[in-house]
């Protein structure tokens, strides 16, 4: 996220969230400690945050409460994992599929025992078959 564990430790969790975000989440604190209605904790949602560069990014975010029977009363522990590689790959595949089924040459994905799985609309046409009395088949 581009912070040193030095610059975070101590600091408000709203250094993490687009500002848009950031202005409503003590009100959420607030509300949840006021009426312990659940409203994110125990949930996993995407949600946006925000790198020191300013850069925003979507990750998961799992929140947990810790009860403590000490200064702070309750303690919240986020779990987040960053999606931003798994956004790409996403972005990759659909855009290889679109190359595939458009491309002017036949293309054809089969499986390691033979079985052809999927045909794009040039390889259709060059063999002269309709999609289902290829697939599936050796």
């Known amino acids: 996220w581009g912070y040193d564990t030095t610059e975070i430790v101590s ?9 848009e975000t950031a202005k409503k989440h003590q009100g959420y ?15 996993t949602t995407k949600v946006k945050a925000q790198r020191k560069n300013g850069e925003q990014f979507w990750i998961t975010l799992t929140v947990r409460e810790v009860e403590d029977d000490g200064y702070f009363g309750c ?8 999606l931003t590689d798994q956004q790409k790959n996403k972005m990759a595949i659909q855009c290889n599929e ?24 040039a390889g259709l046409q060059f063999f002269g078959y309709e999609e289902p009395m290829l697939l599936n088949q050796n």
């Open 98 to 121: 679109l190359l595939v089924q458009h491309s002017s040459l036949p293309i054809i994905k089969m499986s390691r025992e033979g079985r052809i799985l999927d045909v794009n609309n």
């Open 11 to 19: 600091e408000k969790i709203e250094l993490l969230m687009p500002e």
């Open 29 to 43: 604190i607030d509300r949840y400690l006021k009426t312990r209605e659940k409203h994110i904790i125990d949930t």
């Open 75 to 82: 303690t919240f522990i986020g779990f987040l994992e960053d």
